[in-house]
């Protein structure tokens, strides 16, 4: 891509700039000061956002990252994008035809299939390989602990409230590991994690058993290559799913429980080479609910370098992920709309039963355009700015029967067709991100032409001016009063209370079902912040945009405008986001140290199993621990209102 104009402007804009600070010295003029200090300032958050939108344009390739809820079909979506699927021969009917049924190459199934988060990325050699990055030992006791736990409860009839299943993912690779599968014997199922907890007179000695099965020491290995040469593609395309099932179920002698599969494919399985700007496919582990998760938010907002598809089942998108996208998609945030997509994944006959305004539709791609209608309709219900050309549709199983063979009205070539299309459409969602780059950018030289050409303000402009600072000003005071406290505890008591027990037993973290209690607290001060703050934030942008509509279009005074309403933007989000982060530090300071040495998790860990109300009791001693937090952050929202926020935008003015 040519950045020459995007680095030639900002090098018009700095040298403008420079002209512009000299010509201001000893100048004691008002109105020349007034509109000279405008325009350097609107000129230098020009080139900043120049800066930023070069070293977005300078990505080569982009992590596709996959985000769905548990069950949506978005590991069977990718593999059928990204052809990772292999034909096995079947025999069909009385008469033994022969056809051919397709199989993922990945685990999938009705949800909870895959255990951890999955990189799909070249190998950049001959063969494909499988990595895993594994958890800690210490993490990995913790599983097995967690496990344990459920099985002595079930199987010593402990309340009914302890029963709360593990992850079945995680249940499933934890009896591999240890061998405590089911079997049959004489007819009966007997499963041997039950057999394991009757022999053991109390629930330590059975932990200590299964964690010995367990042999952790002997499981340090993290790479799987095939010892031989593969024959064919199809050769090659079973021994990745057959190694891939084994990873994903823990049932891979020497390797641990992988927190990340990073699946590394030849070029035979998928030529990346064809899709010079995707680097990497992400499959994100399944949403539990509608809860943010820390490595999601760094996908969407805290980096440049991906592009996030959410997976949404045909009838429910776009309500699952609604509440989660708010987040990210506000008025203020710049560069996440231009990176999302929403992948809507119909099943059999859902298109054609959409309801039109004469019934049902009975025609698939009417159907399809009548959902997108009502889709980004709820999401403009929602005020989240989703952009319409980025809701897309892919059924993985269109052309198949429910036997996974080929209808037989139907070729390759309509799979092949179909899969190039949506891939086509995401190749253009990545040019539409960089073409609105671009045309920023065209907008900034026509602004920038109009303030340097431009003539003097007026005493009425004088005056618009001078009356938007003491507007502005008047919103020092920011009014903000916390509630985060109680929100937060709110936040802590809608878990499970065995999810509840399984955190503080990891001191606030439970990476497998992707919970941090410290972003919690993060995510839960940044909607209160926001909520709290949005009224003055507005009501400034208000008044700018008054004396925008009442300034000459000569003076230069509107697109000066135009560039504090972005300064404003920019400012309202980085206050409400560092504010967030210190809220972050704060609740995790409270909490420290994260060691049995901590009197509060020693309570937490301990208190289980010593009569009812466990969970009470516990959220009293966090509101013990976080006392306090409420009037702190009063203070600090103040603090940093008055600092980061309204003092930067008088500053636009010459003065702060």
Same mark, same amino acid.
């Given at each position: 891509m040519d950045l020459n104009p995007v680095q030639e402007l900002r090098k018009q804009i700095e040298s403008e700039i420079k002209t512009l600070e000299l010509k201001i010295k000893g100048q004691k003029g008002v109105l020349f000061l007034i509109k000279t200090r405008c325009s350097i300032n609107s000129l230098k958050s020009i080139a900043a956002r120049l800066d930023r939108i070069e070293k977005i344009l300078q990505i080569p390739?982009?992590?596709?990252?996959?985000?769905?809820?548990? !069950?949506? !079909?978005?590991?069977?979506?990718?593999?059928? &994008?990204f052809n990772l699927i292999r034909e096995e021969e079947k025999t069909v009917g009385k008469t033994g035809r022969k056809t051919k049924k397709i199989s993922e190459l990945l685990s999938t199934g009705a949800g909870r299939t895959t255990i951890c988060e999955v990189v799909i990325k070249p190998s950049h050699s001959v063969k494909s390989f499988l990595e895993i990055e594994p958890y800690s030992d210490e993490e990995v006791k913790e599983f097995i602990k967690e496990v344990c736990t459920y099985f002595w409860n079930k199987?010593?009839?402990?309340?009914?409230?302890?029963?709360? @299943?593990?992850?079945?993912?995680?249940?499933?690779?934890?009896?591999?590991?240890?061998?405590l599968r089911d079997s049959q014997v004489g007819g009966n199922r007997v499963d041997k994690a039950v057999e394991l907890a009757q022999t053991c007179s109390n629930p330590d000695i059975f932990i200590e058993i299964v964690l010995?099965?367990?042999? @952790?020491?002997?499981?340090?290995?993290?790479?799987?290559?095939?010892? $031989?040469?593969?024959?064919? /593609?199809?050769?090659?395309? =079973? %021994? @990745?799913?057959?190694?891939?099932?084994?990873?994903?179920?823990? =049932?891979?002698?020497?390797?641990?429980?992988?927190?990340?599969?990073?699946?590394?494919?030849?070029?035979?399985?998928?030529?990346?080479?064809?899709?010079?700007?995707?680097?990497? /496919?992400?499959?994100?582990?399944?949403?539990?609910?509608?809860?943010?998760?820390?490595?999601?938010?760094?996908?969407?907002?805290?980096?440049?370098?991906?592009?996030?598809?959410?997976?949404?089942?045909?009838?429910?998108a776009p309500s699952n992920i609604s509440e989660l996208l708010k987040r990210y998609l506000t008025q203020e945030s710049k560069d996440i709309d231009i990176k999302l997509a929403l992948l809507v994944l119909p $099943?059999?006959?859902?298109?054609?039963?959409?309801?039109?305004?004469?019934? =049902?539709?009975?025609?698939?791609?009417?159907? /399809?355009e009548v959902r997108r209608n009502q889709i980004y309709d709820a999401f403009a219900k929602d005020k989240i700015k989703f952009l319409s050309q980025n809701i897309l549709f892919y059924d993985a199983l269109q052309f198949y029967d429910d036997e996974y063979t080929l209808k037989s009205h139907y070729e390759k070539d309509d799979v092949i067709n179909e899969r190039s299309h949506v891939l086509d459409r995401i190749n253009e969602l990545i040019s539409r991100k960089e073409n609105a780059l671009l045309r920023e950018v065209d907008d900034y030289e026509k602004i920038f032409g109009i303030i340097k050409s431009s003539g003097v303000l007026s005493p009425q402009e004088e005056k618009l001016i001078n009356d938007l600072k003491k507007n502005i000003d008047n919103h020092r005071k920011s009014k903000f009063f916390s509630a985060l406290e109680s929100k937060y505890k709110n936040n802590l008591k809608s878990y499970n209370v065995m999810v509840f027990r399984a955190i503080n037993n990891r001191f606030g973290t439970y990476n497998i079902r992707g919970i941090d209690i410290y972003f919690d607290a993060l995510h839960v001060s940044e909607k209160l912040l926001r909520d709290r703050l949005i009224e003055p934030k507005a009501e400034i942008i208000g008044a700018i945009e008054f004396v925008e509509e009442h300034a000459s279009d000569t003076s230069g005074l509107k697109p000066v405008m135009q560039i504090l309403k972005e300064q404003v933007d920019e400012f309202f989000e980085k206050t409400v986001i560092e504010i967030s982060q210190e809220v972050y530090e704060c609740i995790k300071d409270k909490l420290a140290p994260q060691n049995h040495s901590n009197e509060f998790w020693e309570y937490a860990q301990n208190r289980w199993g010593k009569g009812s109300g466990? $969970?009470?009791?516990?959220? !009293?001693?966090? !509101?013990?621990?976080?006392?306090?937090?409420?009037? %702190? &952050?009063?203070? $600090?929202?103040?603090?940093? %209102?008055?600092?980061?926020?309204?003092?930067?935008?008088l500053e636009f003015f010459g003065e702060g």
């Open positions: 390739s982009y992590d596709l990252v996959f985000i769905g809820k548990i !069950g949506v !079909g978005k590991t069977t979506a990718i593999c059928h &994008l199987e010593h009839d402990q309340d009914s409230d302890t029963f709360d @299943l593990p992850p079945a993912e995680l249940l499933r690779a934890i009896r591999n590991i240890t061998d010995e099965r367990a042999a @952790l020491s002997n499981r340090k290995q993290t790479r799987l290559e095939a010892s $031989r040469e593969f024959k064919t /593609i199809e050769d090659e395309n =079973k %021994w @990745l799913r057959d190694n891939f099932a084994s990873f994903n179920l823990g =049932k891979v002698d020497g390797f641990s429980l992988p927190r990340r599969i990073n699946v590394c494919v030849s070029d035979k399985i998928i030529d990346f080479n064809k899709y010079p700007k995707f680097k990497s /496919i992400i499959d994100t582990r399944g949403m539990d609910d509608v809860r943010d998760r820390k490595d999601l938010s760094d996908y969407i907002r805290g980096r440049d370098d991906s592009i996030c598809l959410f997976a949404e089942q045909f009838v429910a $099943r059999k006959g859902e298109p054609e039963n959409v309801l039109g305004l004469d019934g =049902k539709v009975e025609d698939r791609e009417e159907g /399809i466990y $969970r009470n009791d516990v959220l !009293g001693q966090y !509101g013990n621990q976080i006392d306090g937090v409420d009037d %702190w &952050l009063s203070e $600090r929202v103040q603090e940093l %209102w008055e600092q980061n926020f309204m003092d930067k935008i």
